[in-house]
């Protein structure tokens, strides 16, 4: 109790305060709370004591606290008993803002103190809640009596006298004062057919025998009669006599014109139908149904239902109605399976049923539509045998399709692959130019094929999207690096911007966006004579769905008229018909493109002018994943901070690009668009004691190229400690030791990746030494670390000689089999490192041979890695190859570089990078 506290002769007393259900409050003259008990503290959310010395309008909703500060002092002025909220609603506030009703007790008292009120306030919420429901029950009553359209009677057995409401007088036709009071008076109106069948039902009721529930016609003041059900309970007094029975009428007129109208209905319903009790007697049946079931008229009503149901499925059928009468709704039964009925004669027939429960006044029951559904199983039969037809077609088309790959990719492998073996020996120089002009062809045909069998496998459904993790630079580095040659034998400069704030790795299909930007980028190189092609990717800020990532490929090429954009994307069709002519291509690789994008949940379009260009532009969605482990390389990016650089290029798309990425990794770079500019930056920045340690220069530059520039600086003493490294846009013979002569010491390719001239800059300035590097020009493969006995398994002689060639100018010792049982029985004698298998093969096929390769190694243990070398490129032939149990797969045209790759990767994943000979040897002994 604080010093506002009311004081109490004894502890006992509020002790009995606390004891009150009802909240009490003892205030003074100024409104101050002196004592609250703990119903009071509990109903209004306060802690105890808390109330204490408070306004007593902390109770009172904000709204009407002035209100309520008048009231106290006009009561203070003439203090009384008084009771409120008796006949208003008066409300109160919790603490936590809750406005609810109570009722207040006020009584005015003095005190040694002085002046106080005791105030005792009820929660009135039930009270109200109770008195608002008891309202609305009387209004529905009220209601439910004024919309009511029965009749009430009560009828005193003893005297005969009955008491008729105005409604039972007025559904009959009469005013209150027309019809008597009397029994009579009700018996003289009952139709004589129904006089008997009344009081039967009177006497057995007033007999305790049964309830009075039964229908009759009453004839109207009109003279016409309608019918009416009636209801009544007799009361009997304490020595068993009927003294009164009350009750009431109800006009069913029209419920029996329905029920006469749902008769016809049913009957004259196409539809079998029946009418089920409770105990699943059929009450009901039309001509559908008696001419379904071969039954005669009248004939069905009466039976239980189980009589159209086939023997076996009588029990579970019972179990069906009981559950459907334990939960009516409209539904159909046995939906997901075949139900059959069964006819008089035994016989069976296919059916639907749909029940729907009917309330009446004598019961549930239930109506069943039962439809013979033999037409449309047979229809449904002929659909699904088509569907199979269609599938057989597809698998036709698909077989066909692989068929085709393996047949034009075979010979096709046989000429590129000789081509370039030819080509790498050494030739007059008419000699090479036609053979490069057959490599050349026979690229093209390939290009085309790919195509063409890519749109088909489209149409087919026969692509699907993969989702692995991959590096968004290198992915697209790694693509440009592809196309650069075709460009700069063009001399066009391909340039490749990537936003910073684009994630480094994503997962998605990076194969199907290799194709797309594959496409692109070479329809710009081949629409474009002069200039440049720049492909930029940026991104949108991460969400929920993931990154939107938008790919730009804009090119200084012909361009494509206004009416042609629309239709630039449908397969087939080029802007032009005669630009088939004059650049070649199927008119396939935008649609294959576009297909690819909307599969990938994205949008492509284009923007373009005749004779200004075109911007290609495509955007998928696709989810950010983690860096693997080994991304070492972009963490030593931080030894470049504050490394002076010097970028020479007479692009200014690239020396852009250039800029951006060396200051990405905090590198200070001068930029020079030619060869002259250049020295004089670098005297200056001697000059001014900042010399540019690192200069990075495009060789195919005018007026001063990339090798001139290089020698000045050699020649130039203050200058000659300059480290250099050269990016190229094309390889000429003697590029290598031009870059050896002139101490560059690293030579890269435009488009150059991110993660290569970081390596490229970083071991650059690691080397102190200052001596020249090797050139990174590309130079023929490199012999392996050791020769390998392969077994090349392959029924095509030119594919074979190919193959045989290529692996043996690597120094590998090359054993021949034509088919996969020549295979098997070359390793029964001889063990060998690694196996090449062809997949179509006479007398025993790649899989099966492989097959039994694997079984012969279960058996005896080894391994000897096999890779698929086939002309199959549809969906599934890799997963196929691997899950025969083969190593990897590689598609045919086999180019050299890739089957190196291949070998070398697929060695360098066996355990412990050994090869196992000795183990494969014994494995594979029949």
Request: with cysteine.
């Amino acid at each position: 109790m604080n010093e506002f506290s009311f004081r109490f002769p004894d502890v006992s007393t509020m002790q009995l305060l606390n004891m009150l259900q009802d909240a009490l409050f003892l205030v003074d003259r100024q409104g101050r709370i002196q004592v609250a008990n703990q119903a009071a503290e509990q109903l209004f959310g306060y802690a105890p004591g808390e109330l204490l010395g408070q306004s007593i309008e902390i109770i009172i909703p904000e709204r009407l606290r002035q209100q309520h500060i008048h009231q106290r002092e006009a009561f203070s002025a003439h203090p009384h008993n008084r009771g409120m909220g008796s006949s208003q609603n008066l409300l109160a506030l919790r603490r936590g803002g809750t406005e609810f009703p109570v009722d207040i007790s006020l009584s005015p008292f003095e005190t040694a103190t002085g002046f106080h009120v005791c105030a005792i306030v009820r929660d009135m919420t039930r009270y109200w809640q109770q008195e608002e429901a008891l309202r609305a029950s009387e209004e529905r009553f009220s209601l439910a009596v004024r919309g009511s359209s029965d009749g009430i009677w009560d009828w005193n057995v003893l005297t005969g006298e009955v008491f008729y409401s105005a409604r039972f007088k007025e559904l009959i036709g009469y005013r209150d004062a027309e019809f008597p009071n009397l029994f009579a008076s009700f018996e003289s109106h009952l139709h004589p057919e129904d006089h008997a069948t009344v009081m039967t039902a009177l006497r057995d009721h007033l007999d305790g025998h049964a309830s009075y529930d039964v229908e009759y016609r009453l004839r109207t003041k009109a003279g016409v009669y309608r019918w009416f059900r009636a209801r009544g309970q007799v009361i009997w007094d304490a020595c068993g006599r009927a003294t009164r029975m009350a009750g009431s009428i109800t006009d069913i007129t029209d419920q029996k014109r329905l029920q006469q109208r749902f008769e016809l209905a049913v009957q004259a319903s196409p539809v079998a139908l029946l009418m089920l009790d409770a105990s699943r007697r059929i009450v009901l049946a039309n001509q559908a149904a008696e001419t379904l079931f071969d039954y005669p008229a009248g004939a069905l009503v009466g039976r239980s239902v189980d009589a159209l149901v086939p023997e076996e499925a009588r029990e579970q059928h019972a179990a069906y109605l009981a559950s459907f009468l334990a939960a009516p709704a409209v539904r159909t039964m046995a939906a997901n399976r075949r139900l059959y009925a069964q006819r008089r004669d035994g016989s069976r027939v296919a059916v639907e049923v749909g029940l729907s429960p009917v309330e009446t006044d004598d019961g549930l029951f239930v109506l069943c539509g039962v439809s013979d559904i033999t037409d449309r199983l047979q229809a449904i039969a002929a659909v699904e045998q088509a569907r199979q037809a269609a599938e057989s077609a597809n698998r036709a088309k698909s077989d066909f399709l692989a068929n085709m790959s393996h047949e034009i990719r075979t010979p096709l492998n046989a000429i590129i692959g000789m081509t370039e073996l030819v080509l790498q020996s050494e030739l007059k120089l008419l000699q090479q130019e036609y053979l490069t002009t057959v490599l050349e062809s026979g690229e093209s045909l390939l290009s085309i094929i790919n195509e063409i069998l890519d749109f088909a496998r489209i149409e087919a459904g026969k692509i699907d999207l993969i989702e692995t993790p991959f590096d968004v630079r290198e992915t697209i580095g790694d693509i440009l690096k592809s196309l650069a040659f075709r460009a700069h034998c063009k001399g066009l400069e391909l340039a490749c911007r990537i936003a910073d704030d684009v994630p480094e790795f994503l997962q998605g299909d990076p194969v199907r966006l290799r194709q797309i930007i594959v496409n692109l980028v070479g329809n710009a190189i081949k629409f474009t004579e002069e200039g440049e092609i720049v492909l930029e990717v940026t991104s949108q800020p991460q969400n929920e769905s993931g990154v939107v990532v938008h790919v730009a490929v804009s090119d200084t090429g012909i361009g494509i008229p206004a009416d042609k954009l629309a239709s630039i994307f449908e397969a087939f069709e080029q802007a032009d018909t005669s630009t088939t002519r004059h650049f070649g291509g199927t008119g396939l690789g935008l649609a294959i493109a576009c297909t690819l994008v909307e599969m990938m949940q994205g949008r492509i379009w284009v923007e373009s002018a005749v004779h200004q260009g075109s911007t290609f532009h495509f955007s998928v969605t696709l989810q950010v994943a983690s860096p693997p482990e080994a991304k070492r390389l972009l963490a030593d990016a931080g030894r470049l901070r504050g490394a002076a650089v010097l970028v020479v290029d007479d692009n200014a798309t690239n020396r852009q690009i250039l800029e951006l990425i060396v200051t990405k990794w905090g590198m200070k770079p001068q930029c020079a668009g030619g060869g002259e500019e250049a020295l004089a930056l670098l005297h200056q920045g001697r000059k001014a004691g900042q010399p540019l340690p690192l200069v990075l220069t495009d060789i195919n530059m005018p007026k001063m190229d990339g090798f001139a520039l290089a020698e000045q600086i050699r020649q130039d003493p203050s200058l000659a400690d300059a480290r250099i490294i050269a990016l190229t846009s094309g390889i000429r013979v003697d590029d290598s030791q031009r870059c050896e002569e002139l101490r560059i010491s690293m030579h890269l390719m435009k488009p150059v990746k991110q993660a290569e001239l970081l390596h490229a800059i970083l071991s650059v300035l690691a080397d102190s030494s200052n001596s020249a590097a090797a050139s990174r020009a590309p130079e023929a493969p490199t012999q392996p670390a050791r020769p390998m006995r392969i077994l090349l398994v392959e029924d095509g002689l030119a594919n074979r000689k190919l193959a045989q060639g290529l692996l043996e100018r690597r120094g590998h010792e090359v054993t021949v089999a034509e088919d996969g049982q020549q295979a098997l029985d070359r390793l029964a004698h001889q063990s060998f490192d690694l196996i090449l298998m062809d997949l179509q093969m006479p007398v025993m096929d790649g899989f099966d041979a492989t097959r039994e390769i694997r079984n012969r190694e279960r058996r005896s243990g080894g391994h000897v890695p096999i890779i698929a070398l086939t002309a199959h490129a549809l969906k599934d032939d890799r997963q196929r190859c691997l899950d025969a149990g083969m190593d990897d797969y590689l598609t045919k045209p086999i180019r050299a570089q890739m089957l190196y790759d291949t070998i070398e990767s697929v060695m360098a994943s066996r355990p412990g990078n050994t090869l196992e000979m000795e183990s494969s040897k014994t494995a594979l002994r029949a």
